[in-house]
């Protein structure tokens, strides 16, 4: 078996010519094996974005966003963005309850948000001028069951 002279992995590591396209399949094989569980969890996985504002359309930045898991009840939050928006990605398939919260605003919760997987739920949130002990619930009704 011929070798090459020129320098490189394959002059370095002795690899015979005809290997050359076998080190390729492998090298093509690791690094499909590295970024496989990524793109799986991206195609596994959903997504709940928004736009906090309140009534008369004026974006409110720094709310405190939940999302709640309603089967697990695992807690994911986050903050509103200068311009009101709020995104939880890589979120399981199922129903979540968002909550949203403002000092000065009224509590506003949404439950049964349906997250699918590769998809994007939009929740917006339009918070009312009040005291924070009151609050706004919406309750959503998904394509799966009912709710009242």
Do not use: C, W
């Amino acid at each position: 078996m011929k070798t090459s002279s020129v320098l490189s992995a394959r002059n370095i590591l002795k690899v015979p010519k005809s290997s050359v396209s076998a080190m390729r399949f492998l090298r093509h094989a690791v690094l499909f094996l590295i970024a496989a569980p990524a793109i799986a969890q991206l195609s596994s996985t959903g997504t709940i974005r928004g736009r906090v504002q309140d009534s008369s359309g004026a974006q409110i930045p720094g709310a405190t966003v939940s999302v709640v898991s309603e089967g697990t009840h695992v807690p994911v939050s986050t903050k509103s963005s200068s311009d009101g928006a709020f995104v939880a990605a890589g979120l399981q398939p199922g129903d979540y309850t968002v909550t949203v919260e403002m000092q000065g605003f009224e509590k506003y919760s949404v439950t049964g948000v349906e997250v699918h997987p590769a998809l994007v739920t939009d929740v917006p949130a339009i918070l009312t001028v009040g005291a924070v002990a009151t609050g706004v619930e919406d309750r959503r009704t998904g394509g799966r069951r009912g709710r009242d």
